[in-house]
């Protein structure tokens, strides 16, 4: 059954992936925009996915069939610049033809709301209700389309360039750092080649070649599938290497000797160094299975801290409510002023600018961090597959991981998260998008952690 959620709807192509569902996504925005007095015009993107742009095609049919405006970007955008677009051109409801990260074999719809923010809730339910009714769907050709002025194509990709120039302090040492920018066959290849063209930065741009396949995985920037990006970076002799996921939303950071780093340490140093040397001002919001370090940090600089459940519609409406600077999860960052959705250009533009004003290694400035804020943790995630949900679902309510490290409190604001004596924590999430438990946590040891999640995963798995 199509499922709309935070992230829209994703399926697998051919199977819950048609033609069909997309014009039924198509109408149901129609009906939507129309029951709301939304903006007739819609701005619709689409990545280097096999058919995205044939998907994002019969969408724009589908809303010039109902007399709503469809703007088609001129090629594939990365998902922040639609975002962006949701702002620059301030309608209320914005497409994605994406499935991010996922294997190359899904495709997806991604919808943005008013100022391109994620999905509302109660609009998430409005799209269930009409998705799922039997129902007409209106669509036209292009070309009548072009005719009456309801289809035009368009590219944003030079303004939203120039929106991401405006989040940092440009200086002269900014272009003397050599850096690789790993776009693994995603959309962001041409915004990255404009960015790095304007300001004329000394980066060689690779995995630029459009590859419906992915390489028969995932576009993902986990540490395993950048073992051989790492090589590359240490010798190359590069200052850090970047990496995005397939729509260049999530990130992944390799420093000079081949460490690799993610949000969870990424963006509570970008914090760090804005509010030190730039004068930021606001907040950090993170979910409640982010590094403890995040934390951490508001506590040595006295700034506010927000928590938020897990996903990227909470910590943007958190973001919003709180007037925070920004806001982050392990798979990357928010930053207010930019868009309001996670965003690895700018995040890769943002440590870019960290490192030409430190003027130190990468992994020197990581080392000097967590000795200043004091931070000498481990996390760790992992995705365990769930058989049998409800009988999982019973048996947490009373387990309690007690091996060594004492229990303290468990929470329940997202999953179950233990938190011990010692600071560690452990927490048992379900996932939203897949049949698997997320345990995640952040510990004082490797020994405990591994007593920790390998109690855990038995748990789990002999359910």
């Not at 922040?80 to 949701?86: E, K, T």
């Not at 209320?92 to 991010?100: F, K, P």
């Not at 120039?162 to 959309?187: A, P, R, Y």
Request: charged share 25%; glycine share 8%; with cysteine.
């Amino acid at each position: 059954m199509m499922k709309i959620g935070t992230s829209g709807f994703r399926g697998v192509i051919a199977e819950d992936f048609t033609f069909a569902n997309v014009e039924k996504i198509a109408q149901a925005t129609c009906d939507i925009i129309k029951r709301h007095r939304f903006k007739k015009e819609v701005f619709v993107g689409y990545d280097n996915r096999f058919l995205s742009e044939e998907f994002a095609i019969r969408f724009c049919q589908v809303l010039s069939g109902n007399e709503i405006k469809a703007v088609l970007s001129e090629s594939s955008v990365p998902c922040p610049l639609v975002s962006f677009a949701g702002k620059a051109l301030d309608n209320d409801l914005s497409v994605l033809i994406s499935a991010s990260h996922n294997p190359y074999y899904y495709n997806g719809v991604k919808i943005f709301s008013s100022q391109g923010r994620d999905l509302e809730h109660c609009l998430e339910e409005e799209y269930n209700f009409l998705v799922l009714r039997e129902k007409r769907v209106k669509l036209i050709s292009i070309d009548q389309a072009k005719e009456v002025g309801l289809f035009c194509r368009k590219s944003l990709q030079e303004s939203y360039v120039d929106n991401l120039i405006k989040n940092v302090k440009l200086t002269q040492g900014l272009k003397d750092i050599k850096t690789i920018f790993n776009c693994m066959q995603g959309s962001s290849v041409e915004t990255v080649e404009r960015l790095c063209d304007k300001l004329k930065l000394d980066c060689d741009i690779v995995n630029t070649g459009r590859d419906v396949e992915f390489g028969k995985s995932a576009p993902n920037p986990k540490e395993e599938s950048l073992k051989d990006f790492a090589k590359s970076v240490v010798q190359g002799g590069y200052a850090f290497g970047f990496a995005t996921d397939g729509d260049g939303d999530r990130i992944a950071v390799i420093d000079e000797k081949g460490n690799y780093y993610n949000g969870n340490l990424i963006a509570p140093m970008l914090y760090y160094f804005a509010v030190k040397a730039k004068d930021a001002v606001g907040g950090f919001v993170a979910n409640y299975a982010f590094s403890s370090l995040g934390k951490l940090v508001c506590e040595v600089l006295h700034t506010d801290y927000f928590e938020t459940k897990v996903g990227f519609k909470n910590i943007g409406e958190a973001l919003i409510k709180n007037n925070a600077y920004m806001g982050a999860e392990e798979n990357g960052l928010e930053l207010a002023s930019n868009v309001y959705t996670k965003d690895g250009i700018v995040t890769y533009l943002l440590l870019l600018e960290m490192v030409s004003n430190l003027n130190m290694p990468l992994s020197e400035i990581v080392k000097d961090f967590k000795k200043h804020v004091g931070y000498n943790m481990t996390c760790y995630a992992k995705a365990v597959k769930v058989n049998n949900k409800k009988r999982v679902e019973t048996a947490l309510a009373k387990f309690i991981p007690n091996l060594g490290i004492k229990v303290a409190s468990v929470g329940n604001l997202d999953g179950h998260k233990y938190y011990f004596e010692d600071g560690s924590w452990l927490l048992l999430r379900f996932s939203g998008t897949e049949p698997v438990m997320r345990i995640m946590g952040e510990f004082k040891n490797k020994k405990d952690m591994q007593m920790v999640t390998s109690c855990a995963e038995e748990f789990v798995t002999s359910l």
